[in-house]
Every structure is written in C-alpha cells, then in structure tokens.
C-alpha cells in the first residue's frame, strides 16, 4: 500500500515537473517568435568602439562646381534645329469640286532635315493637304480634298514637320494665305 | 555687159519695190485709227502677276533648362529664337499658339504669373505648374512698332509680335516662373505654333 502510494507520488511529481518544462518551452518559443533579436549578438554600442571608416573609394576635391547658364546656354543652342519654310501665297483651283487638281508651290528646301506635309484650312475646315515633301523635292499641284465653292478666300496652310526616318510628328507652323476656287 | 548691168540694176529696183511694198501691207494688218481732230485709240494691256513666294527661316522646337539650385529664385536657361525673313517683302510674325504638352516625364499646367507664390511650391505644384511665356528679345530687326508684350501660355488668342522687313532677322525669347521643390530631374514639352502673313 505504503509503495503504491509512493509510486503515485512520484508520477504526481514527474507529470508536474514535465508540465512545467512544457510551459517554460512555450513561452521561451512564444518569446522568441515574436521578439526575433531577443536571442541575438547585440548590437555594437553607439559609442564606435568597434564601428571603423570603409575605405571603398575616392571622393573627388573641391566643391560641386554646376554648369554655368552660358554652358546650359551652348548645349540648348547646339541641340537647336532651325527650319526655312518656302511656298506660294497663292493656291488656285480651276474648280471647287473635291478632287480638283489645283495650282500652289511649297518646296522643302535642301538645306532641311526634316520632312514636310501642308494641309490648307478654310476656316476650322481642312480642304485640301499635299504629299510628303523631304528636303529637295517641292510641289506645284494640290488636291481638293473637300468641295469649296466659288470664290477668293482666307486661308491657313499649315506646314507640318516630320521626323524623316520615324514619320513621327515635330512641330508645326501656319501661313496666312490666299485661295481662289474659279 | 551693159545690158548685164542694165538688167542686175533693174533686178535691185524691183526686189526694194516689193521689200517696201510687203512693210505698207504688213503696217495695214495694225488697227487704224482714223477721224478729226482727236483721235482715241484703245490698246489692251494684259498682265499676268505671279502670287509672291514667303520665305521664313525659325526654329523647329525650342528646349529649356530649368535649375532650382542657382540663383535666388533659380535659373532658366533658353536659347534665342531667331528668325529670319526670306521674302522679298515685309512678314508679318504672330505667336499663334504657346501650350503645355504631353511628351516629358512630366506634363506642366499654365497658369498666369500671379496665380501662384513660386518660391514657396511644394514638390507636388513645382511639377505641376508654370507661366511659361514668349515676347521679343529686343527691337533689334523688328520693324517699329513691333510689341514688348509678352504672350503667355495661358492666353487662348493669338498674338502678332511685329514685323520683319525683307531679308532681316528678328529675336525672340522664352521666360518663365516656375516652383524650386523638384525632387528629380524632369523634362517637359511645349507647344509653339508661329504664324507667317505677307503685311
């Protein structure tokens, strides 16, 4: 009787002393699961005794020197593609009815780099536009794209300029012309 | 031989006769105005005037710089725009149209000079906005009377600088107002649309 009450005593006291260490193993992985540093090399003190300059590279003397607005200035200038328009102040159509093959000179001088495509407005109307032209070749005829009827007008004939190797759209500019439509 | 002489002289007569005989025939071909006194006679004159050629010389696009880092209230750098007019007569030149456009990493809004305090722009409105505008650089070519004004991007009209006499070259140039809290380097685009008309 005396033994077997030992024995349970014993068991009472092993299953305590497991629960225990049980308990103690969670809340150390509790603790460590959400303080990650905690079980760490801390980090080295603030007072640099251990923190020592990398020697990685040079830096270069003197103070940043900027460019100067006149060399800004040069390198806008260098960049700048300058254009020279050349056309009539005149278009004529012996017809106002669209199709008609009309009369006007635009020339895309060689000097140019760029291509050139003119479209004549009659107000907000677009009535008439020419082919590509590229540096060297003109044109003296234009086809009425809308039908305009008799008379002396107005005009706006829009010089487009095109990049000539993407055909992507530069920059335009306007000349305030004169259409007569027999 | 006398004879021979005779005859070639004979010859000479006859081909003088018919030579001014064909001029009296070729004069009557010509309208004959005849009557007393005065006498009015109507000729018709017929011209044919070829439509006069324009000529201009501009720039094809037109950069800037901006640098908050220099100067008080920082720097705009733009080269001049020059023009020059190839037509045998005075052109008139007009800024048609001066506007923001897309094509930069960023896309500015105009706005007029006084709409904002540009020194004190945060990041966000430093590329956000500017008051970017055009005028004459000087009288230098321009005829008299050309205008001093200045033609800001946010103006929805045109505007006529002044004119340039044959074979002369005019100036123009860009200024602008603009934030300084760039956090990067950005580019931007505008659009200039010049106007050309014979005077």
Not at chain 1, 19 to 33: D, F, H, R, T, W
Not at chain 1, 50 to 56: F, H, I, Y
Not at chain 1, 69 to 92: A, G, M
Not at chain 1, 101 to 126: A, F, H, P, R
Request: charged share 20%; glycine share 6%; hydrophobic share 40%.
């Amino acid at each position: 009787m005396k033994s077997k009450e030992n024995n349970r005593k014993k068991k009472t006291i092993v299953i305590l002393v497991l629960s225990a260490l049980l308990v103690l193993a969670s809340s150390i992985g509790i603790l460590a699961l959400t303080n990650p540093g905690i079980f760490s090399r801390p980090a080295e003190s603030s007072a640099g005794e251990t923190k020592r300059l990398d020697e990685n590279g040079r830096a270069i003397d003197g103070a940043l020197q900027n460019k100067s607005s006149d060399e800004i200035l040069k390198e806008l200038q260098e960049k700048q593609i300058n254009v020279t328009d050349k056309l009539s102040s005149h278009v004529y159509f012996p017809s106002g009815c669209s199709g008609t093959e009309g009369s006007w000179i635009v020339e895309n001088v060689e000097s140019n780099t760029v291509t050139i495509q003119c479209e004549v407005y009659l107000g907000d109307k677009m009535i008439a536009k020419t082919v590509p032209i590229k540096p060297n070749q003109h044109i003296e005829t234009i086809i009425l794209s809308e039908d305009v009827e008799a008379g002396e007008y107005d005009v706006v004939a829009y010089v487009n300029y095109y990049d000539p190797d993407s055909g992507n759209f530069l920059a335009k500019a306007g000349f305030k012309i004169r259409l007569t439509v027999q | 031989m006398r004879t021979k002489t005779v005859k070639r002289a004979l010859s000479l007569i006859l081909a003088l006769a018919v030579t001014a005989i064909c001029s009296i025939s070729a004069m009557a071909a010509d309208t004959t105005v005849t009557g007393t006194g005065s006498v009015t006679g109507n000729v018709t004159v017929n011209g044919s005037i070829t439509a006069l050629t324009i000529s201009v010389t501009h720039p094809l696009a037109v950069d800037y710089a901006i640098n908050p880092n220099t100067g008080t209230a920082g720097t705009f750098t733009a080269p001049d725009i020059s023009i020059k007019n190839l037509t045998k007569c005075p052109v008139n030149i007009t800024v048609f149209s001066l506007k923001a456009a897309a094509g930069g990493t960023v896309t500015l809004t105009d706005v007029d000079v006084a709409d904002k305090t540009w020194a004190s722009l945060n990041a966000a409105d430093s590329k956000k906005y500017i008051a970017l505008g055009i005028k004459a650089k000087d009288a230098n070519g321009w005829a008299t009377g050309y205008s001093t004004a200045t033609h800001y991007a946010t103006k929805d009209t045109a505007s006529l600088i002044g004119a340039l006499p044959t074979n002369t070259t005019g100036t123009m140039t860009l200024v602008a107002n603009f934030g300084l809290a760039f956090d990067a380097a950005y580019t931007a685009k505008h659009s200039l649309v010049l106007m050309f008309n014979l005077v």
